[in-house]
């Protein structure tokens, strides 16, 4: 017969060494530390490379990728055909200014894209595709882009600092 004593000690598992516990904790320590560096490298990587294809292309997508400004203008080809709705078809005043806005700069609004969800719910090609059916009249996103578009274009700003606004603002 068994004591007591023998029947703990026999169901006992033999410890791991030291040295296995060890390895384990820092396998887990540097697969943290890979994970996190990588989050931390790949945007500074992915914008090095995001600048390059801009200037080789001539085309800059901004921070979100999505805009495609045309560096080059005498290159540009309008991506939205339809015509900008009449601003005078509505009632309220902010979407008067907004559709009038977008008949006065469409080149600008062709190049930036939409955050407000349009491009993939009903296929726009770019802010421009908002202002060519009411959809803008009802979406305070598309008009607020259009507006700060408008100020900064007021002020005398590049085409790629809006599409940079933009991305900083509603992305």
Not at 34 to 56: C, D, M
Not at 147 to 156: F, P, R, S, T, V
Request: glycine residues 6%.
């Amino acid at each position: 017969m068994t004591s007591r004593k023998d029947r703990k000690t026999s169901q006992r598992q033999p410890k791991a060494g030291k040295s296995s516990n060890f390895k384990i904790r820092l396998s887990v320590i540097g697969l943290i530390a890979l994970i996190f560096g990588g989050w931390y490298i790949y945007p500074v990587f992915n914008q090095t490379a995001h600048a390059e294809a801009s200037r080789k292309n001539r085309v800059y997508r901004g921070a979100s990728m999505m805009h495609e400004v045309i560096l080059d203008p005498s290159s540009y080809r309008f991506r939205e055909t339809k015509p900008v709705l009449d601003p005078m078809g509505f009632q309220n005043l902010r979407q008067i200014k907004a559709y009038t806005l977008a008949k006065q700069m469409p080149r600008v609004l062709d190049q930036l894209f939409c955050f407000c969800g349009c491009a993939m719910s009903i296929g726009h090609k770019s802010l421009l595709s908002c202002f060519t059916d009411d959809h803008a009249a009802n979406c305070d996103i598309c008009m607020e882009e259009a507006e700060l578009a408008a100020e900064m274009i007021e002020k005398g700003a590049p085409l790629t600092s809006i599409a940079d606004a933009i991305d900083r603002d509603f992305s």
